[in-house]
Nanobody
Framework: QVQLVESGGGLVQAGGSLRLSCASS????????MGWFRQAPGKEREIVAA????????YYADFVKGRFTISRDNAKNTVYLQMNSLKPEDTAVYYC?????????????WGQGTQVTVSS
């Protein structure tokens, strides 16, 4: 069983930055591809970014390319999402996901989510 706990969300002005973290329990973190998804009110959940088990490969949704960066530290069992140049349309609950693949397919394990609100 994998438990995921996100942190780092909050309120930020447009153009600002936030760094999300997702800490994983257990000793199998490095065996999972990891992903970040988001869900805005009234919209379906969508992939934001994903990263391979080693961290060598990453996938980004078109709407975040050049602004967001996904990374991981397998020694710390943690995956990160650095979000720069934030826009009001980035407002959503952001979820960490494990067990999918680095092309953005979701896995079976989810965190509780962290709210990101971008004001204009």
């Amino acid at each position: 069983q994998v438990q995921l706990v996100e942190s780092g969300g909050g309120l930020v002005q447009a153009g600002g930055s936030l760094r999300l973290s997702c800490a994983s329990s257990g000793r199998t973190f490095s065996s999972y591809a990891m992903g970040w998804f988001r869900q805005a009110p009234g919209k379906e959940r969508e992939i934001v970014a994903a990263i391979s088990r080693s961290g060598a490969s990453a996938y980004y949704a078109d709407f975040v390319k050049g602004r967001f960066t996904i990374s991981r530290d397998n020694a710390k069992n943690t995956v990160y999402l650095q979000m720069n140049s934030l826009k009001p349309e980035d407002t959503a609950v952001y979820y960490c996901n494990a067990g999918g693949n680095y092309l953005g397919v979701e896995g079976d394990y989810w965190g509780q989510g962290t709210q990101v609100t971008v004001s204009s």
